[in-house]
């Protein structure tokens, strides 16, 4: 507005400078009403489906409720006792595990693809729309078509093969792969939007020069690509590690936490237990916890990633 009013005074005759500073002044001032009557709604939206639900269970995760009837305060026991439960650090062991694999697997897919995808090839723009498309298929259906696969198809195309003879999705060893598997075959659509919006700012001039200087593509990538999408390397690490830590619906889909509880996250214990395990305050607590990890390996991974950029 400062901007604006400066313009207006240099474009006014000397009379009229002041008259017109103030008119817009006051018309700013009328406009501010309504700024805020657009503002409050989503403010309150906000506060009544998110904020209060989360201090409600934060509240709770200080008692013994569970679920239903009555309760009482425990003070700090629910996130006492999380530390010495099994099967939650069983569960946070199986999240890491599998955040971090998926993780490497996806930025590193991605990003090969997204360089195929930004050269010169025939069809481009159509191979890019093709590899978009898993990401706006429903998780569960998808999710349903992979049991297929592995519960039926691969055994049968890879009978040969010991550890694809019988179901994978049977092996308390082996099931987490095919989870991996699935979660990789979609995150990778959006990751590789995001690198191919990284490449396309990289000017072509660059890799001309370093033709020329006999720079080889390997060279050219390390030297020149990756530095550049750096920012863009660091949004796909976080949101994807993110993502994975709070995996659920891959896993509701091929195998439910089984066999047994070694593909159980911690997002799904929480559900279990929570909603149907007479566990609501505990795994309450437990929801606490997470989100405190959560924010913090972020944070950490912004911090450790940026401080490369800067290097670079």
């Not at 159980?264 to 214990?269: D, G, R």
Request: aromatic share 16%.
């Amino acid at each position: 507005m400062t901007t604006l009013t400066q313009a207006v005074r240099s474009s006014a005759t000397p009379g009229e400078k002041p008259a017109r500073a103030k008119r817009i002044k006051l018309e700013s001032r009328r406009a501010l009403p309504a700024f805020y009557w657009m503002v409050w709604p989503a403010v309150i939206a906000f506060a009544l489906f998110h904020t209060v639900p989360v201090l409600v269970g934060i509240f709770f995760s200080f008692t013994n409720y569970a679920g239903y009837g009555e309760w009482n305060f425990v003070g700090l026991a629910n996130y006492m006792n999380l530390f010495r439960d099994d099967r939650v650090l069983a569960a946070y062991g199986f999240s890491f595990l599998f955040a971090i694999v998926a993780t490497i697997l996806t930025n590193v897919i991605s990003l090969a693809i997204a360089l195929g995808l930004n050269a010169k090839i025939k069809a481009r723009n159509f191979w890019r729309g093709v590899y978009f498309v898993p990401y706006v298929l429903a998780i569960l259906v998808i999710g349903y078509v992979f049991q297929f696969f592995f519960s039926n198809s691969l055994p049968k195309i890879l009978s040969g093969i010991p550890l694809f003879a019988d179901n994978i999705l049977t092996s308390p060893d082996w099931a987490w792969t095919a989870i991996v598997a699935l979660a990789v075959w979609q995150a990778c659509a959006f990751a590789i939007i995001i690198y191919l919006s990284g490449l396309q700012t990289i000017p072509a001039e660059l890799y001309e020069a370093a033709s020329l200087d006999g720079a080889k593509p390997w060279r050219q990538f390390t030297s020149i690509t990756f530095p550049l999408i750096g920012a863009f390397f660091t949004i796909n690490v976080v949101l994807s590690l993110k993502g994975y830590l709070q995996v659920f619906d891959q896993i509701v889909a091929l195998t439910n936490g089984g066999p047994g509880t070694s593909t159980e996250s911690v997002t799904l214990l929480i559900f279990r237990g929570g909603f149907s395990g007479g566990e609501f305050a505990y795994q309450t607590a437990n929801a606490v916890i997470f989100f405190i990890v959560i924010t913090v390996v972020s944070l950490f991974q912004f911090r450790v990633l940026q401080r490369r950029e800067a290097d670079f």
